[in-house]
DNA sequence: TCCACTTATTAGTATCATACTAACGATATT
DNA sequence: AATATCGTTAGTATGATACTAATAAGTGGA
């Protein structure tokens, strides 16, 4: 019956801000680049993309990969909650290593809605530690 | 070679949290009381029972289950994180109950050493939001 | 004592995510 | 043309999750 699209797994995860942060200007990727940054084989990164296609999150031809406009939107939120967890971590006492990837186990499965309270709550901090910009709305 | 012993899959955590709240003074709980609880069936019941026993975290006979002295640890940080995210949601304006099943998405997650940070930065309260005690220490 | 009920357990099946190797095809480079 | 690179397919494996059906084992009542 429902196939829980719209929930994420880690790999995908990790497969969707790849592509958000290593394609920028709506530039493909090619697969054997996505397998080498996430450490798999290419079948293996292929079949994560085969599931984001089938979540409508991406899309491929040839061995180049793009974000949909949908997947788009994911990973943006995905790294609004990565950078602000990772702020209100680093704010507590966390070290920058250890709070980015503490913030990479949760960024998939906490709300953007909660994290953006939470956002105003520490200060509404405009970077992250890392210097990167904290996305504003989608 | 390694398999990934003291990590925990949601299941697994849930039938921990299970145990730790539902049968308090060492008593052990039946297991189609535990296959309730979760709402599955006996048989996936027992066989989340059966990986946590392998992994050292319950004990059962006859359908009796308890914690183990290190699945009782795990129990309580478990809690812990919960308390402290359920609190951090609370105090940035989200509702009672959706910052309950929030925090039950990342408690087993999420690493009580930094969940004491939190707990640090937004004041140390000493009760969750519904009332109960955030555990001290482990 | 025998039957019915509850409970635990086993066996068998299914799905999904993850990951690999091996093999094949296409393209590009020398 | 030979080689290297890359994508893709096929096949296999494991682990978590979940089910049904069947069996076992105990309890309580008629």
Redesign the interface.
């Known amino acids: 019956m429902e196939s829980n699209t719209n929930v994420i797994t880690r790999r995908e995860r990790d497969c969707l801000v790849t592509l958000e942060e290593d394609s920028p200007k709506n530039f493909p990727m090619r697969l054997h680049q996505i397998a080498q940054t996430l450490r798999v084989k290419p079948p293996t990164a292929l079949n994560v993309i085969r599931r984001l296609e089938r979540k409508g999150l991406a899309e491929s031809k040839d061995g180049m990969v793009i974000l949909t406009e949908s997947g788009d939107k994911v990973a943006k939120s995905i790294l609004l909650v990565h950078r602000t967890y990772e702020s ?2 680093c ?4 070290s920058e290593n250890s709070a980015c990837s ?1 913030a990479a ?2 960024d998939y ?3 953007a809605g ?1 994290a953006r ?2 956002l ?2 520490i200060g509404s901090p405009k970077l992250c530690p890392h210097g990167k910009p904290i996305p504003e709305e989608e």
């Not at 704010?91 to 966390?94: A, D, I, P």
């Open positions: 209100l971590l704010q507590s006492g966390v503490e186990e949760v499965i906490i709300p909660n309270l939470i105003k709550k």
